[in-house]
Structures are given as structure tokens and as C-alpha cells.
């Protein structure tokens, strides 16, 4: 039938079925040069303590150096990685990078809080204790100073074995995010058997905070009940100062957002350590 339509038609005549796939092939195929090269690199945004009290802590944020489209967000490559598996040894290289980085800094006298992203399939893979537990030797990073945000989709299956490998992981000293929260399957009761430190409150509640009640409504709880469970409170995607304004009344304590900083080159981040913390219209990079 593709030939029917006419020289060179063929890929266009279903777009579904006969460009995306070939599209993700190609970008698949892409990968594996991408790590081959490594092409990534990691942005980092800060995450900013309403108390100020301790040190800087950032997420490592992934993107893709590509040879020909540029820098590519984890948007454009993230799920074509998990579907293949190349997952693995990106997520991998993340730790490994954002571990290094954070072990020359603090040899520098400069201490900062780490968050590495971490699919379900990698927390899952068998090896994945062992990776960390390797990159956090050889690295020689102290475990207290990175932070693994994991996702509600972790917790779908095999809960209890889950539940005991981030208690392992946690004996390490390394503490864990649970991302995007209230965007799962959530339900407020079962947090409580969550083995978690930090909870993310997801970007689409703080963007609902100025236009609708259940948005408000939601997050309130969420924060009360996290600080009942003894569990801190991060919100994720703050743009605005009302957002920000309703985040602090209701005692949250961290707040992360284009409010404050985008994701930031690692130089960059480097060369205005130290104003960060504060935060302040001036310390506005963007
Ligand atoms: P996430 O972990 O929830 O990260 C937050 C995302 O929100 C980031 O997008 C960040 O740039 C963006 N963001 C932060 N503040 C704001 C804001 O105020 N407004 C808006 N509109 N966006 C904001 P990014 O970097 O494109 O990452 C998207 C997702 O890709 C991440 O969501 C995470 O799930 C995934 N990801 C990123 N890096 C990695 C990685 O190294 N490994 C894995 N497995 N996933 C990663
Ligand atoms: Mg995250
Ligand atoms: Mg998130
Ligand atoms: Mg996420």
C-alpha cells in the first residue's frame, strides 16, 4: 500500500505507525552512541530553604548534548530509554556524575545536598544496590549528602520488597524524595508506610494554588499531614510569589522553582555558590 502513494510518500502516509516508530528506532540507536560519547550533562536547580538553615541542596536534572538538535530535555528521551532499557547505564552515568560533582565541590569546602532522579526500572534492576553503593566508594561521596527521588509508580509492585530495599538504602545514610507526589496512585494513608524523608508536592498542584480550591485544598493537607509523619515537604514548580506567599504561610520548607532558579549549568552554579541560598529578587538568575 506505501508504495501506491508515490516515491519517497511511504513514511508520511501513517504517521502513527510508520514515522513514530522509525523515529524512536533512530533515537534509540542514537542513545546507545550518546553513551557511548557521553553526550549528557546535568543541570542542577536549587532547591531553596524557607528556614535557611542548612546547606545548599539541589536536583540534578538530565539533558542531552545532541549532535545535531542540541540540548535536549529528558522529555524527548527519558521514556525511549526506559522502554529500552538504556535506562540502566544513563541513570548510571547521572549518579556517578552528580556524585563526582558533589565530592570535588565539598573538597572545595563547599557542601551541597544532591537529588538524582531514579526511574522504577533502575531502583528495580537487581544491581541497582550495588551500583550505588560502588559509585558512593569510589566516588568517595558521603551517602547523608545524596538525596534519591523515586516516583508512587516504585511502590506498584512487590511493595514489601520495595519497602525493605529503600530502608537498605536509607541505612546508608542516603535519603529519598518521593517525586511528583499526588499525581499516583496515591492515597494519604498509605504515605505512612512509605519509608520516605522528603515528599515532592507535584507542579501541578502549586500551578493550581491561584485557581482553584481543590489545588489549595490538596496541598494544605498534604503539608500538615507530611509534617504529622514527621516527613519534610518540598514544592516543586513555584513561578509565582502568590504561590510562593500561600506555600509559607502553610509552613512549607523548601520550594523549588523558575520563582528562584531554572536548572543551572554546572559552571554556573559554581561560579554564584554561596548567594544562593537566600532567597531575594536579586538572586534571581533568570
Ligand atoms: P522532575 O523530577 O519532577 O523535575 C522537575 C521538572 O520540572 C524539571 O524538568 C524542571 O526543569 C522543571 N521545573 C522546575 N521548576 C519549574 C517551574 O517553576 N516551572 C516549570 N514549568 N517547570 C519547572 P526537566 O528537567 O525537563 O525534567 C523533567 C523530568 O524528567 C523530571 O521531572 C524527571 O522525572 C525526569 N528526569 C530528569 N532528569 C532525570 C534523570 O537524570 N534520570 C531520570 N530517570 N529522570 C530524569
Ligand atoms: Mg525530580
Ligand atoms: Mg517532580
Ligand atoms: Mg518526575
Known sequence: AAKELGKGQARFYDPAME??????????RELVDA????????????QISI??????????????????????????FIIIAEDSGLIIPIGTWVLRRACRFAAQLLNDGKKINIAV???????????FYKTLTDILTEESFPPHLLELEI????????????????????????TIALDDFGTGFSSL??????????????????QGLEIDRESQAITSSVISL??????????????????????????????????????????????SFGQIKVFNDQNKLN
Open 151 to 174: 516516583t508512587e509508580s516504585c511502590f506498584l509492585e512487590d511493595l514489601d520488597a520495595v519497602i525493605l530495599l529503600i530502608q537498605k538504602i536509607r541505612k546508608l545514610g542516603v
Open 117 to 127: 532522579n531514579i526511574s522504577t526500572k533502575q531502583l528495580r534492576h537487581p544491581d
Open 51 to 76: 528556614s535557611g538553615d542548612d546547606c545548599l541542596r539541589v536536583e540534578a536534572l538530565i539533558r542531552w548534548k545532541h549532535p545535531t538538535l542540541g540540548l535536549l530535555p529528558p522529555a524527548d
Open 35 to 46: 553513551i557511548e560519547r557521553e553526550e549528557f550533562v546535568l543541570h542542577l536547580q536549587p
Open 226 to 271: 507530611a509534617s504529622e509523619l514527621n516527613i519534610h515537604v518540598i514544592a516543586e514548580g513555584v513561578e509565582t510569589t502568590a504561590q510562593f506567599d500561600f506555600l509559607r504561610c502553610r509552613k512549607v520548607e523548601y520550594v523549588q522553582g523558575f520563582l528562584f532558579y531554572r536548572p543551572l549549568p554546572m559552571n554556573i552554579l559554581l561560579n
Open 189 to 206: 494513608n498509605y504515605l505512612r508506610k512509605l519509608p520516605v524523608d522528603y515528599l515532592k508536592i507535584d507542579r501541578s498542584f502549586i
Open 19 to 28: 514515522c513514530e516508530i522509525p523515529h524512536k528506532l533512530q533515537r534509540e
